[in-house]
């Protein structure tokens, strides 16, 4: 984006190198039709004193809208806030339901984590010691059991013991096997079936170096399981982050918290008009 900063250097609409801007945007990520479609509604800008202003305004528009009261609440009075974790391999989802349960926790929720991940022994293993940072509980089976039996058993306890909060880890997978994104939407109707009306939070992982097919691994989780939200992780000064642009403007679905390095306060709430602001190497405002 530096090089984007530099292709504008106060340039106004008229002058401005549109097919450098457009490759740029394309080079960071955003994608190639978007990019496209970008840099003809700014073109066209009539409001921005600026190219950058209009290339910043169609950024911006381009981000679903926000609830500024949004928070992690439950759906119905007396059940707890459910949230369902998922992505692909290696992206951070445990480390990223670490961080989240941190910050429950700390917040003064009572937290309790679905050890759903019964493919690797190591996950449940990783889960447990993120748990013990975090100083929150766990549920979790045998390595092999049945994902949706760790959930609804996670979810009788956290009834049972007043908890506020279920985080519910999964395995990572592939988005073109089918037959892992159906146990997905299992687990999904599990939720559904044990606390009815429940409408947990679906957070979808991602990768933030992972470029646009990031965007195609976002499509067909949210056609299995309805996502309500994004982390991105990996978001320091080796990931571009353009992908947001594309998935949020194909999925209006909202990125929700960004990972920014590997400690466990590393998890901040995503601010649209500060990451707009820092891809253009400026202070919010």
């Known amino acids: 984006m530096s090089r984007l900063r530099g292709l504008f250097g106060g340039a106004d609409i008229a002058d401005a190198d549109w097919d450098g801007i457009e490759e740029v945007l394309i080079g960071g990520d955003v994608g190639a039709s978007l990019a496209g479609r970008i840099v003809e509604r700014a073109r066209s800008r009539r409001d921005a004193p600026s190219a950058e202003g209009a290339v910043r305004a169609e950024l911006a528009a381009l981000l679903a809208p926000r609830d500024p009261d949004w928070d992690l609440r439950p759906a119905v009075a007396g059940h707890p806030t459910v949230i369902l974790v998922v992505g692909v391999n290696g992206t951070g989802k445990t480390t990223t339901i670490g961080k989240l349960a941190h910050r429950e926790s700390r917040a003064g929720r009572r937290v309790l984590l679905a050890a759903a991940d019964t493919f690797r022994a190591a996950a449940i293993d990783q889960l447990r010691i993120w748990a013990e940072r975090s100083r929150v509980e766990v549920v979790a089976h045998a390595p092999g059991a049945d994902p949706g039996a760790v959930v609804y058993d996670a ?89 947001v642009f594309a998935i949020e403007d194909q999925l209006r679905v909202p990125v929700r918290f960004v990972g920014v390095g590997e400690g466990i306060d590393d998890l901040l709430p995503f601010d649209p008009t500060a990451f707009v602001a820092a891809l253009f190497g400026t202070a919010r405002g």
């Not at 592939?174 to 687990?187: R, Y």
């Not at 606390?195 to 097919?213: K, R, Y």
Request: aromatic share 2%.
């Open 155 to 243: 979810l009788d306890a956290a009834i049972a013991r007043g908890a506020d909060v279920v985080i519910a880890d999964t395995a990572g997978r592939l988005h073109t096997k089918s037959n892992l994104m159906d146990e997905l939407a299992k687990v999904r109707r599990v939720i559904d079936r044990r606390l009815p009306g429940a409408s947990p939070e679906t957070l979808f992982v991602l990768d933030a170096t992972t470029g646009q097919n990031g965007l195609a691994q976002a499509v067909a989780f949210h056609a299995a399981v309805g996502l309500t939200g994004i982390v991105l992780t990996k978001l320091d000064s080796t990931a571009r982050g353009g992908i």
